[in-house]
């Protein structure tokens, strides 16, 4: 799959390791006995990276490569960069916790007391992915760029779900830091949090002030950081068994050894379409593909000032109510994380073993069925908004050998995102899910043209405004 191996690196042995390649080490390495719902708190500095170029290079090989030839390609191409980008990473002893499309979260979980050496290793290592990963040129003509964030902090894991599926997201400050870092950063740039610029070796660490921003630019570091990768390394999952791990293993977890009850729970956290190629001892290359599909981003917007437990008790009781709604109308949750002050869901209809012909209105119905839930039955919500689009898109496994993730990129997964932010508290749709979905025209208003950042002509966008009864009666 053009993933990037370290020196020495074996494939994992057991389907354990196989599972825990698509979770990270905050859950691999959770706590088995806590009741669900969870919040933990704990300290940790935050890097996101942000790639720039993959929409238009997915659209190039869309356009340009022969069928089944394109998907196989752009695979290699995604999975050289961004394995190389993740190697730096792992090998500094991150943890990827979500890679969100065209962009990839990491932690590193240490004492309070440890942040500002880490905050100076999380900044060497994104100076290094700069310099090696900064722009990379694409044998279609794209150039991919990559632009980093950094912050660190108070956080809270947070474990929500059911008996059926389970899902993690990690809140606190440090998390809206981190974005609103990398929204300031420009590509080939590194950009410090006010927080983390208030917590590091400041006499390390050489920067430009940005104006009217509290956050810094990042040049350069002046010394070697003193933080051990090595012991911090051993120190995780000393809890679980683990096979002979060697130097050259740039992820503990690859080395999990077979426990049926470990198993079970990471089980939870995987799609059932990776888990079937799983058991069944396929190639997760078998799952990348360019596919029409139809996307739906929910997001929940909190009121404010609610409490860490608070806002567990609300997501957990969203994600079980979307969850159930999504399964229903025959899609996917594909991952939950916490963006611009609120937590989104990115679901997906259409997949393997999931193809209908009218997923475009099932997809709209379970749109409209989630909104109405969250509306009446989550009193803590300020907003929630629900952006809907359908299009050709590619789904794969995207990441690295030992840390990776079935995820979704196009420029129709970016106008979904779009649509449910510059469209608060509505369903909203493009022409294609209107057109695709065969319902009658009563059911959606045009809605107001505005400029979305990075879409282009997204054409005629709608409200979806169905009746509840008349829409079950259409699709029964």
């Known amino acids: ?118 905050i100076s290793l999380v900044v060497k290592c994104s100076l290094n992915i700069q310099d090696q990963c900064g722009v990379r040129e694409t044998g279609v003509g794209c150039q991919l760029k990559v632009k980093i964030g950094i912050s660190a902090g108070k956080l809270s894991k947070v474990i929500v779900g059911d008996e059926i599926s389970q899902y993690f997201v990690v809140i606190g400050r440090a998390v809206d830091e981190v974005r609103l870092a990398e929204g300031l950063a420009v590509a080939s740039t590194i950009i410090l949090s006010p927080n983390a610029w208030e917590l590091c070796e400041r006499d390390n660490i050489a920067i430009d002030p940005i104006e009217n921003e509290r956050a810094v630019k990042v040049r350069y570091i002046k010394r070697e950081p003193s933080f051990s990768v090595e012991k911090y390394q051993d120190s995780i999952g000393t809890s679980v068994e683990h096979e002979k791990v060697t130097r050259d293993c740039v992820r503990k977890a690859s080395r999990l050894m077979p426990n049926a009850q470990l198993e079970k729970t990471l089980r939870k956290y995987v799609m059932k379409t990776v888990l079937q190629k799983i058991d069944d001892d396929q190639p997760l290359e078998y799952l990348s593909e360019m596919r029409p599909a139809t996307i739906v981003f929910v997001n929940m917007q909190f009121k404010g000032g609610e409490s860490d437990q608070d806002q567990c008790m609300t997501i957990h009781h969203a994600a079980i109510g979307i969850g159930q709604q999504i399964v229903k109308h025959h899609g996917r949750v594909n991952k939950v994380f916490m963006f611009d002050k609120g937590c989104t869901f990115l679901c997906l209809f259409g997949l393997p073993g999931d193809k209908r012909e009218d997923e475009s209105a099932h997809a709209l119905q379970a749109a409209y069925g989630v909104h109405d839930l969250c509306q009446k039955e989550i009193r803590s919500l300020k907003t929630v908004s629900v952006g809907v689009t359908t299009g050709p898109v590619f789904c794969g496994v995207v990441g690295h050998p030992v840390r990776h993730e079935y995820t979704v990129i196009g420029r129709k997964v970016n106008l979904a995102a779009r649509l449910m932010m510059h469209y608060p508290g509505v369903v909203s749709c493009d022409s294609e899910t209107c057109y695709y979905s065969k319902l009658p025209a009563f059911y959606f208003n045009e809605l107001p043209k505005k400029a979305m950042k990075g879409v282009k002509n997204p054409g005629v966008l709608y409200q979806f405004m169905a009746n509840k009864h008349q829409m079950y009666d259409h699709l029964m």
Not at 17 to 41: G, Q
């Open 1 to 118: 799959m053009g993933w990037i191996k370290g020196e020495g690196e074996i494939e994992a042995s057991y389907k354990i390791s196989k599972i825990a390649a698509h979770v990270p080490d905050l859950v691999v390495y959770s706590t088995l006995t806590n009741d669900i719902p969870y919040a933990e708190n704990f300290h940790g500095v935050l890097l996101f990276a942000d790639v720039s170029g993959f929409t238009n290079l997915t659209e190039k090989f869309c356009l340009s490569c022969k069928k089944g030839y394109g998907a196989d390609e752009l695979t290699r191409t995604l999975n050289s960069y961004i394995g190389e980008i993740v190697s730096h990473i792992l090998d500094n002893g991150g943890d990827i916790l979500n890679y969100a499309g065209d962009a990839i979260l990491a932690l590193w979980t240490v004492e309070r007391v440890q942040l500002s050496e880490v």
